[in-house]
């Protein structure tokens, strides 16, 4: 090992979001040692978001999809950062402190930052063709290129991923069914009263929900597939997309010291539980909430780029403090934007400002005590930003509500 710590030689396993910027943070905090990326796809680094969102739409030439690269080749060199792209980590030996890769070779370490994020889970049903899921820059280039066709398609899971697929097809013109074993799917997320509007703003745009019934199987082929559903009815279309969550990419771990059940637990300084100078952070990481009190492996954006900057500032010593979790979600569906800050507690109360159903509106919620532990906005950028800051200065939900009315009435 490395006795100079700003000598150490980082190994950041993972080239999406969270370690790419985890690599570029070690070199803004003044880390001088050599940094080696590890990329399991054979793309350069890219942004994940846009591949439900604006990139699924696009039109899919080169220069679209530069727009959503995280890095170049170049500006990796430029700081130093040695790529490794299309080599998946295979395994970890953490006495030896090394990385082994699927091609055989080794790479030592005396500082690991596990960044691996998560995968899709896999479909429990393979038909010949026809079904589609979403994680990787191919998987939405496949799909962009289904829904161009205009065709029938079903999307099995009706949470925020499932139902921006589902805006996106209606957008090219698709006949679209989002199918969702639970009666309102996105309410663990927003609350029933905004999940209600959600479903309400699909069937106004033309999409059909079969919500509260599960798949049962898939059979057939791309152009000519039954989806057949618990309650005995069955639904003929051209594809499927399979959106059933995620599970965190640890496989490689299995025979590591470290606890991978849901993740790679971690202390509340994101350093991994079973061997020294090993950080997990990102989707893959699951890791206690200080407001939550609870383990969480949270799947987002702002967290995953958040604990980077955290890791990167705590591994060169700029550091010295558990992490504070942003907790920010956003999803486009149509023409809304749809935030959320913070969590909800279902113990809890929420206070609605503004018209849900108008497509303006605060849903602030409060935990079980009445102190606000989070919010959903609906095309209100205004609103959103007021409830952060309000939050952030623990101000009680009575001051937030009336602050969002005042607002609100000042907006008239």
């Not at 060199?77 to 030996?93: C, T």
């Not at 290129?145 to 589902?166: K, S, Y």
């Not at 954006?301 to 010593?317: E, F, H, L, P």
């Not at 010295?320 to 942003?326: E, I, K, N, V």
Request: aromatic content about 6%; some cysteine.
């Amino acid at each position: 090992m490395t006795d100079s710590p700003a000598k150490r030689h980082i190994v950041i396993v993972g080239a999406s979001l969270a370690g790419t910027r985890a690599a570029e943070g070690l070199r803004a905090f003044g880390h001088t040692g050599p940094i080696t990326l590890i990329g399991s796809e054979h793309e350069l680094p890219y942004d994940r978001p846009p591949l439900s969102k604006d990139l699924l739409k696009s039109d899919w030439t080169d220069a679209s999809v530069e727009l959503f690269r995280l890095a170049t080749t170049a500006s990796l060199g430029a700081s130093d950062i040695r790529l490794e792209l299309g080599v998946p980590a295979d395994g970890l030996n953490t006495a030896d402190r090394a990385v082994h890769l699927a091609d055989g070779r080794e790479i030592p370490y005396d500082v690991l930052i596990i960044a691996t994020g998560a995968a899709a889970r896999p479909s429990p049903w393979q038909p010949e063709s026809g079904v589609y899921q979403l994680r990787t820059l191919d998987d939405s280039r496949a799909l962009a290129a289904c829904l161009r066709r205009r065709e029938p398609i079903v999307i099995v899971g009706g949470g925020f991923i499932g139902t921006e697929i589902a805006a996106a097809a209606i957008g090219f013109g698709c006949d679209v069914t989002v199918v969702d074993p639970v009666a309102e799917p996105m309410t663990r997320i927003v609350g029933p009263e905004t999940a209600l509007t959600l479903t309400d703003l699909h069937t106004r745009n033309g999409a059909r929900t079969r919500f509260g019934v599960g798949v049962t199987d898939i059979q057939g082929r791309e152009g000519a597939l039954t989806v057949s559903l618990a309650d005995g009815s069955r639904i003929e279309t051209s594809a499927a997309v399979v959106g059933i969550g995620s599970i965190p990419s640890t496989y490689w771990l299995a025979d590591s010291a470290l606890d991978t059940a849901n993740g790679v637990l971690t202390d509340s300084r994101l350093r991994a539980f079973g061997a020294e100078d090993v950080y997990a952070i990102g989707d893959v990481a699951r890791w206690p909430h200080p407001g939550r009190g609870i383990l969480v492996r949270a799947e987002h954006w702002t967290n995953a780029s958040d604990q980077a900057r955290y890791v990167a500032a705590a591994i060169t010593g700029t550091m010295d403090a558990d992490y504070q979790p942003t907790d920010f979600v956003w999803s486009d569906q149509y023409d809304w934007k749809i935030h959320t800050v913070g969590w909800r507690d279902p113990d809890g109360i929420s206070y609605t400002v503004g018209d849900l159903a108008d497509g303006r509106a605060a849903v602030l919620h409060t935990d079980i005590q009445g102190v606000p532990c989070g919010a959903v906005t609906i095309n209100w950028i205004r609103g959103l930003n007021l409830i952060r800051r309000l939050l952030a200065a623990d101000a009680s939900a009575e001051a937030i509500a009336d602050e969002l009315k005042q607002m609100a009435y000042a907006a008239r």
